[in-house]
């Protein structure tokens, strides 16, 4: 009996391993969109039986990273420029109130996480997948001291597509200017309802704005950051 709990909690983590790395795999573009995925050819780059993989892109599948051709096979779900736009839309409707709702939430303590995440999402010794990651990261955590589970998870979903879009495109890859970052933490600490969604839209806009011009320029020769 105890074999048998041992197997299972191993094939569980195994599962969870498979799954952690091929999602940052995919987010982080290392598998770029509409790549074929092979269950054993990542099985055998994982080290790996191919059941955990497939568990793994099972699970992507239902988040909507992968997709499934019938007769064409397993592909990385490629990038949609319309549903980025409506990405940076529906982000005007939950980071705002989220952002509200975490200056009245949070500790002290908590409010101090946001200056650290901020801090480090603007570091220039870091890579750009990097500082791209912890861009999102404290967006997710705003949304998490909002204390509504289901609304983190939907600012986590929006912000891996952001984040896999930014890494896709590596010439948004500069030094962040935390203008944004910073007042909207800034905004955050003083609880004042109205100047925390004025300059949480005023980031999305401006995120979209530039996000809109780099997808649809075939120069890319913007050097602005498209993170906020």
């Known amino acids: 009996m105890a074999e048998r709990e041992c197997s299972m909690v191993a094939k569980v983590s195994m599962a969870d391993r498979a799954y952690s790395r091929l999602k940052r795999d995919i987010v982080e573009a290392r598998l770029r969109p509409g790549s074929v995925l092979s ?6 780059q994982y080290e790996m039986s191919r059941t955990p993989v497939r568990e793994a892109i099972n699970n992507l599948r239902r988040e909507g990273l992968v997709v499934v051709l019938p007769k064409r096979g397993t592909f990385v779900k490629t990038i949609d420029f319309a549903e980025i736009h409506d990405l940076y839309t529906l982000r005007t409707l939950v980071e705002p109130e989220a952002a509200v709702l975490a200056s009245q939430r949070a500790s002290s303590e908590e409010l101090a996480e946001l200056e650290e995440l901020s801090s480090q999402s603007v570091d220039p010794d870091a890579s750009a997948p ?12 705003i949304a998490e001291l909002s204390g509504i589970p289901l609304l983190s998870r939907t600012v986590q979903s929006i912000h891996e597509e952001i984040e896999r ?18 007042r909207l933490v800034d905004a955050i600490m003083t609880g004042e309802a109205e100047v925390i969604r004025e300059t949480a839209l005023s980031g ?3 995120a979209r704005d530039h ?18």
Do not use: K, Q, W
């Open 39 to 44: 269950d054993s050819d990542i099985a055998e």
């Open 130 to 141: 990097v500082r791209n990651a912890r861009n999102s990261r404290l967006h997710v955590r």
């Open 165 to 182: 879009c930014l890494n896709l495109r590596r010439e948004l890859g500069r030094p962040y200017s935390a203008v944004n970052h910073g």
């Open 204 to 206: 999305i806009e401006r």
């Open 211 to 228: 996000m809109t011009d780099v997808l649809f320029s075939h120069s890319g020769g913007s050097t602005r950051d498209a993170a906020s």
